[in-house]
Every structure is written in structure tokens, then in C-alpha cells.
């Protein structure tokens, strides 16, 4: 897989959208997926992946859907842009697992990762998964010009997404954005 390293990432508000319904859907669990586009960091289309694990902290993409995932970026010619996962509970960095070259393979700073944290703000989270997530509404604001993230509130989440090149046990930010 070929990859692009843009300095900047902007997310489509329709990218951003079935981003954060498929976190919605795989709360409690990390979902994942790939980032595709042009070379100036225009994201074009995000293609979900399977998490193998399953878990809540870790993901391990499912070859099958990986491989299908490149199959279609190639067949479509979009860059490899990066990555996504989400932190179900946790924050929008990078988490020490992320920047372990044991788990991780993508630490030469080659792709963009994307990280979205995401919170239940639900009394039951139960009900809350229960609730379908096609009636769920999406509202993406981009925050404050100091930052570089973008978020969004789904029903009874609030998700948080910024943007990263990761290296052994360490991380550079880049800006992210969102555009039409």
C-alpha cells in the first residue's frame, strides 16, 4: 500500500457523518477504517474495517476487509491517506498502545491517523446502544481556530476527532478540518 503524508487532513461533513455513526454503532468497541483521497490531505472516502478483537481498547484490523478496503481504494485511484479508530471513553490522542511499534506498524509517520474519542452522555448506556442509529442526527462543528480537531454530538454522544503522524512512542499533530 502506497501512502501519502499530507501536513493537512479535511474531512468531508459526509466522510465525518459515517465516521461517527459507525463509532456509534460499535460502541463499546473501537471501530476503525481507512482514509482515502487526494495527496493534498482532501479525504474522499472512508472505508470501515473490521475490528478482529472486538474490544473496547485494542483493534486489530480483520485481513478480509483490510485487503477489500485496498482492493477498492486501488480500483477507485484515491492516495492511502491514513487511518481511523475511535476511543470509546477515552480521549482524542494517541494512547500508548498506538505508538507501540510492537502492535503497530504504521509508525514511520507515512499515514495520518485519526483518532475520535467518543462519549455516552446517556443515564442508560444500554438503551442508548439499543437506539438506531439511523434516527440519529448528526450535528459536526469544527472547534476554536487554535485547535485542530473537529467534533460532532449523535444522539446521546459527543465525538472528538484530531489528527496525527505517529512515530515510536511519540506523535505530531496535524490540522484537521472539515469542508463541503
Known amino acids: 500500500m502506497a501512502a501519502i503524508s499530507p501536513s493537512r487532513l479535511w474531512i468531508p461533513i459526509a466522510v465525518w457523518r459515517q465516521i461517527c455513526v459507525q463509532a456509534v454503532r460499535e460502541w463499546p468497541n473501537e471501530c476503525l477504517g481507512m482514509l482515502v483521497g487526494t495527496s493534498s490531505g482532501h479525504v474522499r472516502a472512508a472505508y470501515e474495517l473490521v475490528n478482529a478483537l472486538a474490544h473496547p481498547h485494542r483493534f486489530l484490523s480483520e485481513p478480509a476487509s483490510l485487503f477489500a478496503a485496498e482492493r477498492r481504494r486501488r480500483q477507485e485511484g484515491w492516495d492511502l491517506l491514513g487511518f481511523y479508530h475511535s476511543h470509546p471513553g477515552g480521549r482524542p490522542v494517541p494512547s500508548h498502545v498506538d505508538t507501540d511499534p510492537e502492535v503497530n ?65 511519540r506523535w505530531e499533530e496535524l490540522p484537521l478540518a472539515l469542508e463541503d
Do not use: K, M, N
Open 105 to 169: 506498524y504504521w509508525l514511520d509517520g507515512s499515514v495520518v491517523s485519526v483518532i475520535v474519542a467518543i462519549r455516552s452522555h446517556a443515564c442508560d448506556s444500554a438503551a442508548s446502544i439499543r437506539e438506531p442509529v439511523s434516527e440519529l442526527s448528526v450535528t459536526a462543528t469544527e472547534q476554536t481556530p487554535t485547535s485542530s480537531g473537529i467534533t460532532a454530538t449523535l444522539g446521546h454522544y459527543s465525538l472528538q476527532a484530531r489528527a496525527f503522524r505517529l512515530f515510536p512512542h
